[in-house]
């Protein structure tokens, strides 16, 4: 039977010089703590104290799995495979007679109509570019006067001429004919609008994407609950509630608890899109050109625009 030595031997021995003479006190092998019968890493079995709650893969986590949209091309509607979304873009799938540099409205869910361009096609999937202005869906009219209001209350200082074109002299020769072209006015303006979402004890800026009297698409890239009942501040003057109806990517349905007048949007600040813009990863990978937007949108610059809406307000 062998007697274990006592805790302290080892300091002992040590301190007494008598080391050799306690070859019990070293250990002669060091033992295998792992069976050599595993070829790599990956082969040994490594036991997780907790499961992933969240999708930690920054770079991938707008891809969606089985989401459907609608895509309006023209006056025809088709549904697609709504594969990724981001702050500027969206990735669809399906089988679409579409070009590059084609026009297309994609279709996200109550007001969340948004404006694209088509930025590269491969097989049956389409990689699409967000407008950069923040579209104001109501009447031609209401438009346009908001749009000078707020180019009156902004931007007094833009120089501008009033010319009358040709197409402000067909309009006041055939305005029964014109109504497609009404509703296109001042549609490429260059403004966006952002704001500040109170949701979940937290506040959150926003872009705002599309806004109607009964809601808005906005971009937050905090996430945000289906169902919850946030404040979306758009100026110190303006606060509308609502509800959180829909939610993919950044991107979030906003149904607002009472009619909204377009005409308050005066009183808060936009900012002009910039000339230059960052595209989300995946358009850059697959396109590998820079942004056509502005070359081939043909977007007003703030004179521009205010040249147009006062030379056609005055037919």
């Known amino acids: 039977m062998t007697t274990e030595p006592k805790a302290n031997s080892f300091r002992s021995a040590v301190l007494s010089g008598t080391i050799g003479r306690h070859d019990e006190l070293v250990a002669a092998k060091k033992k295998s703590r792992t069976q050599r019968t595993s070829r790599d890493l990956t082969d040994v079995a490594v036991p997780r104290q907790e499961i992933r709650s969240s999708n930690q893969r920054s770079g991938d986590r707008h891809r969606l799995n089985g989401e459907n949209a609608a895509i309006r091309i023209g006056r025809r509607k088709r549904d697609v495979e709504l594969i990724n979304v981001s702050g500027g873009g969206a990735m669809i799938a399906g089988t679409l ?3 590059l540099w084609d026009s297309v409205e994609l279709h996200l869910g109550e007001n969340g109509q948004v404006e694209c361009v088509v930025r590269w096609i491969r097989d049956d999937r389409f990689g699409l570019e967000f407008a950069h202005e923040t579209r104001l869906d109501c009447k031609a009219s209401e438009r346009e006067a908001l749009l000078k209001d707020v180019l009156a209350r902004n931007f007094g200082d833009v120089a501008f001429e009033l010319p009358r074109s040709e197409r402000t002299r067909k309009v006041d020769l055939e305005p029964q004919i014109d109504a497609e072209s009404e509703q296109r006015i001042a549609r ?120 147009e809406l006062e030379g056609f307000m005055k037919r």
Not at 255 to 271: G, R, V
Not at 273 to 298: C, F, H, K, M, V
Request: net charge negative; glycine share 8%.
């Open 97 to 99: 007679p579409l070009k």
């Open 188 to 307: 490429r303006h260059p403004l966006i609008w952002t704001g500040v979402l109170h949701h979940d004890y937290q506040s959150s800026p926003i872009r705002v994407r599309n806004i109607s009297t009964t809601g808005a698409m906005i971009e937050c890239t905090t996430p945000v609950r289906v169902g919850t009942e946030p404040l979306l501040e758009l100026s110190d003057a303006i606060s509308v509630s609502g509800t959180v109806a829909w939610a993919v990517g950044d991107q979030v349905g906003f149904a607002f608890h009472s009619p909204f007048d377009m005409a308050q949007l005066a009183e808060s600040l936009p900012e002009v899109a910039p000339s230059e813009w960052i595209r989300p990863g995946y358009l850059d990978a697959e396109s590998g050109t820079e942004s056509p937007w502005d070359p081939r949108w043909n977007r007003m610059s703030v004179g521009e625009l205010r040249q």
